[in-house]
């Protein structure tokens, strides 16, 4: 239980300091929803030097013993009220279990509105 709580913790911490300091940290893992019993997903963002495109990276886990059709991650981006500037939602296909996959999106950036941006986990489709 211990280990249990520390780990929430560190989440928590994490998730706040992406918030903060918004984009150009390494991946960490963020907690989102129920969803986070199925699939595990690393993420950063950074902006391209000229401030145009918005780069979101990062590893989705399958948690689980069986195959997963898709997972659908939203990035959004907030200024510094919290009010949602953007969102963009992309998907993962096919995930073997337990198995681990990378991904790249790029997207329009919004420079002198973005603050923070964040990635949640939207939905999570088993193969049949």
């Not at 211990?2 to 963020?30: E, M, R, W």
Request: glycine share 6%; hydrophobic share 35%.
């Amino acid at each position: 239980m211990f280990l249990k709580n520390n780990a929430v913790v560190v989440s928590l911490v994490s998730i706040f300091l992406i918030g903060t300091y918004g984009c150009g940290n390494d991946p960490v893992p963020q907690k989102n929803n129920t969803l986070d019993e199925k699939v595990e997903v690393n993420w950063t963002w950074k902006r391209t030097v000229n401030k145009t495109t918005n780069v979101v990276y990062g590893t989705v886990k399958n948690k689980t013993d069986q195959n997963i059709k898709q997972v659908a991650l939203e990035f959004r981006t907030q200024n510094a009220s919290g009010e949602t500037v953007q969102t963009h939602i992309f998907n993962i296909d096919n995930l073997e279990p337990n198995g681990q996959k990378p991904f790249t999106q790029d997207y329009p950036a919004k420079s002198t509105q973005e603050d923070s941006g964040f990635v949640t986990v939207k939905k999570v489709i088993p193969a049949n």
